[in-house]
């Protein structure tokens, strides 16, 4: 009996390796190109990697990207990523229970575009002194759906937040958001002192713990602020 459990763990370590590995090598770089093709998905992303400030990421339509645990997706550049109603583009954990890092947009190149992307089981996607539109772009399943800091001009169009811990935060900037749902999360909208929203909030609602929170608020009943390093020591495993 005893035999017979170590193979099954064994087995299933095996199959776990080799469903991580399935697939698509993440592409380098080629004349400051970084292309992911329908044809060639799924990718994975084992570990983390920079699109550089000079290369552009241009995604297409219907292209699946499969990440491994603490798997950092950081973008410098250029970003186009274009999925379309029938064929979006799926950022994922390559384990259901494990939970990836994130994308990072940290670009200020020229505006972001992205469409029709899904992003699921990350632990924080972040735009970060960065400008651009994000449009019917789906935050499921992740810890942040998106932090938003020292951003001027972010636009959510059509988004959809569902089921993330903490859906929407702005530390610093600005987000228009135009018919975007922020609805069924722990935590809907959070805005620190220095962040902003504009636009319509009537699809903030039906979160657990709170809807819309804003920090100015919280301290005017505490009197009392989370240092920033309490922050910094909870996310530094990721």
Same mark, same amino acid.
């Given at each position: 009996?005893?035999?017979?459990?170590?193979?099954?763990?064994?087995?299933?370590?095996?199959?776990?390796?080799?469903?991580?590995?399935?697939?698509?090598?993440?592409?380098?770089?080629? $004349? &400051?190109?970084?292309? +992911?093709?329908?044809?060639? !998905? =799924?990718? #994975?992303?084992?570990?983390?990697?920079?699109?550089?400030?000079?290369?552009?990421?241009?995604?297409?339509?219907?292209?699946?990207?499969?990440?491994?645990?603490?798997?950092?997706?950081?973008?410098?550049?250029?970003?186009?990523?274009?999925?379309?109603?029938?064929?979006?583009?799926?950022?994922?954990?390559?384990?259901?229970?494990?939970?990836?890092?994130?994308?990072?947009?940290?670009?200020?190149?020229?505006?972001?575009?992205?469409?029709?992307?899904?992003?699921?089981?990350?632990?924080?996607?972040?735009?970060?002194?960065?400008?651009?539109?994000?449009?019917?772009?789906?935050?499921? $399943? &992740?810890?942040?759906? +998106?932090?938003?800091?020292? !951003? =001027?001009? #972010?636009?959510?169009?059509?988004?959809?937040?569902?089921?993330?811990?903490?859906?929407?935060?702005?530390?610093?900037?600005?987000?228009?958001?135009?018919?975007?749902?922020?609805?069924?999360?722990?935590?809907?909208?959070?805005?620190?002192?220095?962040?902003?929203?504009?636009?319509?909030?009537?699809?903030?609602?039906?979160?657990?713990?709170?809807?819309?929170?804003?920090?100015?608020?919280?301290?005017?009943?505490?009197?009392?602020?989370?240092?920033?390093?309490?922050?910094?020591?909870?996310?530094?495993?990721?």
């Amino acid at each position: 009996m005893k035999n017979l459990i170590c193979s099954s763990l064994v087995a299933v370590a095996t199959v776990a390796s080799v469903a991580v590995a399935s697939g698509m090598p993440f592409p380098v770089a080629e $004349n &400051n190109k970084v292309f +992911l093709q329908e044809k060639d !998905s =799924p990718y #994975v992303l084992e570990q983390s990697v920079v699109v550089g400030a000079t290369d552009t990421l241009v995604i297409e339509p219907g292209v699946t990207v499969l990440m491994g645990e603490f798997a950092k997706l950081m973008i410098q550049g250029s970003v186009k990523i274009a999925g379309t109603n029938d064929k979006p583009v799926v950022f994922s954990g390559a384990d259901s229970v494990a939970n990836w890092n994130g994308f990072h947009i940290m670009s200020s190149a020229q505006p972001f575009e992205i469409k029709n992307l899904t992003v699921e089981n990350a632990f924080r996607n972040t735009i970060f002194r960065s400008s651009g539109t994000l449009e019917n772009v789906n935050f499921f $399943n &992740n810890y942040y759906g +998106l932090w938003v800091d020292e !951003s =001027p001009n #972010v636009t959510l169009a059509r988004c959809t937040f569902a089921h993330n811990r903490y859906a929407l935060s702005v530390r610093a900037g600005r987000v228009v958001s135009n018919g975007t749902s922020i609805s069924e999360n722990v935590y809907g909208l959070y805005l620190e002192t220095a962040g902003k929203l504009d636009g319509d909030t009537d699809l903030i609602r039906n979160n657990q713990e709170s809807d819309i929170r804003s920090e100015a608020a919280d301290l005017k009943t505490s009197k009392k602020r989370v240092r920033r390093n309490v922050w910094h020591n909870i996310e530094a495993r990721f």
